[in-house]
T-cell receptor
């Protein structure tokens, strides 16, 4: 079946450090891929998405590239801020499967000044 | 409003009681989803509605859970005879029904079963 695997957290970084959160997926066909973010005390927000191979999603300085050959969608940011502290969820939506989202377990990011 | 609205934001109830959770999707979004976020299970799909089609109930954990969507808009998730393991945050999302369109989430209902 379809699934998403994310790196375990928490990830602890100093401000301005480089961030990578790994995400790999298993799916039949060509899923759409998403990163959602949940800030403390808030709901899930879409961060970025990619709908086909080699697409790069980007938002707020975050980027992720849809790599079909490695079935990956790693999240990166060149210089994190304290305000980026949140839980990040990688997710896929398999076309023809009601578009329901299958989420990874989430990765907590803590950024210290 | 502009976003997905859920009510109540918090619900505390005694084991064995029934609860109803409400979701008001973004206007014009034909697809509506319910998910559950719990410590032990992460984020799980529960049920999906698309227009007037039969819902996909494949994620409902037991027959105590049901949901309906009236008039293609507002949805209600009902849990009967609640158990402590039902304690979780219940999230509703809606989307436009085109390929790759993202789901927009409400703030959720935090359900606590005593």
């Amino acid at each position: 079946g379809n699934s998403v695997t994310q790196m375990e957290g928490p990830v602890t970084l100093s401000e301005e450090a480089f961030l990578t959160i790994n995400c790999t997926y298993t799916a039949t066909g060509y899923p759409s891929l998403f990163w959602y973010v949940q800030y403390p005390g808030e709901g899930l927000q879409l961060l970025l998405k990619a709908t086909k191979a080699d697409d790069k999603g980007s938002n707020k300085g975050f980027e992720a590239t849809y790599r079909k050959e490695t079935t990956s969608f790693h999240l990166e940011k060149g210089s994190v801020q304290v305000s980026d502290s949140a839980v990040y969820f990688c997710a896929l939506s398999a076309r023809g499967d009601t578009d329901k989202l299958i989420f990874g377990t989430g990765t907590r990011l803590q950024v210290f000044p | 409003g502009a976003g997905v609205s859920q009510s109540p934001s918090n619900k505390v109830t005694e084991k064995g009681k029934d609860v109803e959770l409400r979701c008001d999707p973004i206007s014009g979004h034909t697809a509506l989803y319910w998910y559950r976020q719990s410590l032990g299970q992460g984020l799980e799909f529960l049920i999906y509605f698309q227009g007037n089609s039969a819902p996909d109930k494949s994620g409902l954990p037991s027959d105590r859970f049901s949901a309906e969507r009236t008039g293609g808009s507002v949805s209600t998730l009902t849990i009967q005879r609640t158990q402590q393991e039902d304690s979780a945050v219940y999230l509703c999302a809606s989307s436009a029904r085109e390929v790759g369109q993202p789901q927009h989430f409400g703030d959720g209902t935090r359900l606590s079963i005593l």
